[in-house]
Structure formats: C-alpha cells, structure tokens
C-alpha cells in the first residue's frame, strides 16, 4: 500500500531551522521524482523543493538557499531542512511525487509555524 507519513514539524522563531521527514511505502521511492508541497492558510498547495532519482534539485526563487531536499533511497526516506526561517513559511508541509504533478495518495502532512 502506498502510504506518505511526514514529521519533523513544530514551532520556531524566525531565523530558525528545522528538519522534516517523509517516510514512504512502496518501491516507488527509488524511481520518481519526489517533492516538498505547502500549503499554508487560504492559498493554493505549491511545491518548494524536489529531487529526481538522480538527485538533481530545484527549488522556487522563494526559498532557494534557505531549504534544501534531499533522500536516503535505503530508507526510503525524504528529507527538508529548513534553515532562516521567515513568517511567510508558516504552512502544512506535505511529501509527494512530483510528474509533473502529485501522483500519490497524500499524507497527514506536518504543520511549520514561524512566529516569534
């Protein structure tokens, strides 16, 4: 069964970092090409970081240089740090595929709240 479970997220105070994880079922893991979405109150889902199968990243001009993605294919684990932390990055953060678009069954998510 496909499954997505995210954690890792909580409270910090702006200028903060934190690490998010994204623990996946399936054999998918390996071949997709995966990303970071959030969501944050009354706006639209948008992704903020992905990783192909090769490991080449992209991410949005919004937070290149403070998030960076990244993947341990043996645990089939997906990974964000979150460093320099701004207000604006308050969200639910969720895993996903990204083909060009999510393909998978979404996760609970993991709520980030930036605030001082």
């Known amino acids: 069964q496909l499954q997505l479970v995210q954690s890792g997220g909580g409270l910090v105070q702006p200028g903060g970092s934190l690490r998010l994880s994204c623990a996946a079922s399936g054999t998918f893991f390996n071949i997709y090409t995966m990303g970071w979405y959030r969501q944050a109150p009354g706006k639209q889902r948008e992704l903020v970081a992905r990783i192909t199968s090769g490991g080449s990243t992209n991410y949005p001009d919004s937070v290149k240089g403070r998030l960076t993605i990244s993947k341990d294919n043996a645990k089939r684990t997906l990974y964000l740090q979150m460093n320099s932390l701004k207000p604006e990055d308050t969200a639910v953060y969720y895993c996903?595929?990204?083909?060009?678009?999510?393909?998978?069954?979404w996760g609970q998510g993991t709520q980030v709240t930036v605030s001082s």
């Open positions: 996903n595929s990204d083909r060009p678009y999510p393909t998978l069954p």
